[in-house]
């Protein structure tokens, strides 16, 4: 696709983009992520999203629970401790095996830092084992059917 046919962003995108980074920077974290940008667009309520996801969800609850989750992590470019770094290059085939490595309840999370990412399993000590279960399942080729 050439320049000339690239789709030109709206207002509000950078409105959103805007709200997003003004969140971040008060709630003390040192990065922009898709809670913020998610949080920002359900701020927003002439959004097309929000109006869609408010016709189906109680939407002040989404943010309320949102915003409730974010504080409760205050990232200040460090990992939670706990977190497992790994090469970036290996997150797309990890991130399906891991998912297949944890019980059906236990959740987890990731970030990107350059070339670099991070996973913490949401249960206690159990990262670097989940971590190494799903490399092997990516060794024997076996990701998301393993």
């Given amino acids: ?9 709206t207002p509000r995108y950078f409105k959103i983009l805007d709200a997003s980074t003004e969140l971040a920077r ?3 974290h040192s990065y922009v992520g898709v809670e913020h940008l998610f949080l920002a667009i359900i701020r927003d309520r002439a959004a097309v999203p929000t109006q869609v996801l408010a016709s ?18 205050a ?6 401790a706990g977190a ?8 797309p085939d990890l991130l399906p095996a891991l998912a297949n490595c944890v019980a059906p309840d236990v959740t987890y999370g ?6 670099q990412a991070w996973i913490l399993v949401n249960e206690p000590g159990n990262t670097e084992e989940a971590v190494a ?14």
Avoid: H, Q
């Avoid at 696709?1 to 962003?9: A, E, K």
């Avoid at 990232?75 to 939670?80: F, M, R």
């Avoid at 497992?84 to 997150?91: I, N």
């Fill in 1 to 9: 696709m050439s320049d000339d046919d690239r789709p030109s962003p």
């Fill in 26 to 28: 008060r709630m003390g």
């Fill in 56 to 73: 189906l969800i109680d939407i002040e609850r989404v943010e309320a629970s949102l915003r409730d989750e974010m504080a409760s992590y």
């Fill in 75 to 80: 990232y200040n470019g460090d990992p939670p």
């Fill in 84 to 91: 497992v770094w790994l090469p970036l290059s290996e997150l």
């Fill in 110 to 115: 990731f970030n990107v830092v350059g070339d």
């Fill in 133 to 146: 279960s799903a490399r092997a399942a990516v060794a024997r080729g076996r990701g998301l059917g393993a």
